[in-house]
């Protein structure tokens, strides 16, 4: 979760790949509160048009690949991340409609692009941890390594080396 604060208008950014909770203090003076510390982080662009998040003296590229409403998807060094952009009611509403769904015991792994599947690196029956990698992906000539983000055990493998597969497709289903 993000938390922006500007003129005591908040709001809410949660990210699919981690329950890390991050707050936004001010959009000009930026930083990163994990728990009780502060890690001030800067937004950058050089001089070719590209933007970079600053953050403990490393830079992370930063692309938006996508929006959909509230929805994003967004780049961080090659690695796409889903995310949402609530205001404070919605993020409230969101909270109490997740209390009353009772939760898979199935995460899929989707595509995050559309690509060639180039190398699987699990089987199925197989116990995986949460950033194991489970495949390598090609896309636009670069491989990305699809991880896992969750604990779990391998139930089926839908593609094999060398197909094609599509934005969204199901990649990989993992047992909790």
Sequence with gaps: MF???????????????SNKKYEFINPKELFI????????????????GFVYIQFKK??????????NQN??????????????????FSY?????????????????VQAPMPGKIVELLVEENQIVKQGDPLLILEAMKMQNEILSNIN??????NFGPDDTVMKDDILIEVEK
């Design 33 to 48: 509160k994990q728990g009780k510390v502060k890690e001030p982080i800067e937004i950058v662009t050089d001089k070719d």
């Design 58 to 67: 490393k830079k992370y590229q930063v692309e938006i690949i996508d929006k």
């Design 152 to 157: 779990g055990k391998i139930l089926s493998i």
């Design 3 to 17: 938390t922006k604060s500007n003129k005591n208008k908040q709001k809410f950014i949660t990210c699919s790949a």
């Design 71 to 88: 929805q994003f998807e967004v780049s961080v060094n090659g690695i796409s991340y889903s995310i949402s952009v609530e205001s404070p």
């Design 92 to 108: 409230k509403r969101k909270k109490f409609l997740a209390k009353n769904v009772q939760e898979s015991k199935i995460e899929h």
